[in-house]
């Protein structure tokens, strides 16, 4: 029998050390940010090809806010917009917006009316110290989901290169907003799993329980000077406008606020 020679057994040292080096730099700042770097270097080399997308976004801006009377009216606004799109049969819509609170009695009962005449609504929540801040009574009743709007900025640059699929308090645990509306577009009852995925209506996705079912996005890479590729109307121009309605004829319209 043959043993290996001196050379040798230096050279697989070395490399095991580099390996236990490189292993431990990749769970330091450093390491994360060159891995964030990384990431980033290769999404902007491959960005998304067009596609005829299935989303819209119906945007309360500043010249909705401005010319319909400011935030104390923001319900009003969500009203208007979904009345004015109800004709074009939206295939979901998703509304961005924690109401958790009661506000003017006409405009409650103004959006309570208009939500239930949604089709596949989706309303937000959010996670706040002692459990879940969610949608009215009132509100929820015509809801066919309610999910979380949490995302998971990363803690060095502050950029949003992922979302948590699924957020709990306690035993009380929900989907993340876009997914659900994913869930109802599809059909399916419910959202089936393994540790290390999620299916919904036959679209595996692979979404680890152990990183929270954390996805990575992909952002849209917009030329300088050319259009959003997902249609955006604001509610504003919408209402001066009923016509532009016809953009969200079967799409999932996503209904927020989008003034800074």
Not at 31 to 41: C, E, L, R, S, V
Not at 132 to 155: K, M, N, T
Not at 202 to 229: D, H, Q, V
Request: positive net charge.
């Amino acid at each position: 029998m043959r043993w290996p020679g001196r050379q040798t057994v230096g050279y697989v040292a070395v490399l095991g050390v580099c390996f236990v080096l490189a292993m431990a730099a990749g769970w330091t700042t450093f390491g994360i940010q060159i891995d964030n770097d990384a990431y980033d270097f290769l999404f902007r080399i491959t960005p998304a090809k067009p596609a005829e997308f299935s989303s819209a976004i119906l945007a309360i801006d500043e010249q909705t806010l401005i010319g319909m009377g400011g935030i104390r009216h923001l319900r009003d606004m969500v009203s208007t917009g979904l009345e004015l799109i109800a004709n074009a049969a939206p295939k979901a819509v998703v509304i961005d917006l924690i109401l958790a609170d009661t506000s003017d009695p006409k405009q409650d009962a103004r959006l309570a009316a208009a939500f239930a005449r949604t089709r596949n609504l989706v309303l937000a929540s959010d996670l706040i110290p002692g459990g879940w801040e969610g949608p009215l009574p009132e509100f929820r009743r015509s809801a066919a989901a309610v999910g979380h709007v949490h995302a998971d900025p990363d803690p060095l640059d502050n950029v949003t290169r992922r979302i948590p699929l699924e957020k709990a308090a306690g035993r009380d645990r929900r989907w993340a907003l876009s997914l659900e509306a994913f869930r109802l577009v599809r059909g399916a009852e419910y959202i089936s799993e393994t540790p290390a995925s999620i299916e919904v209506g036959g679209e595996k996705i692979p979404a680890a329980r152990k990183n929270a079912r954390s996805i990575y996005l992909r952002y849209l890479r917009r030329p300088p000077g050319a259009r959003a590729s997902i249609p955006l109307v604001s509610v504003a121009k919408l209402r001066a406008d009923p016509s532009l309605a016809a953009r969200f004829r079967g799409k999932v319209v996503f209904l927020g606020v989008t003034a800074q």
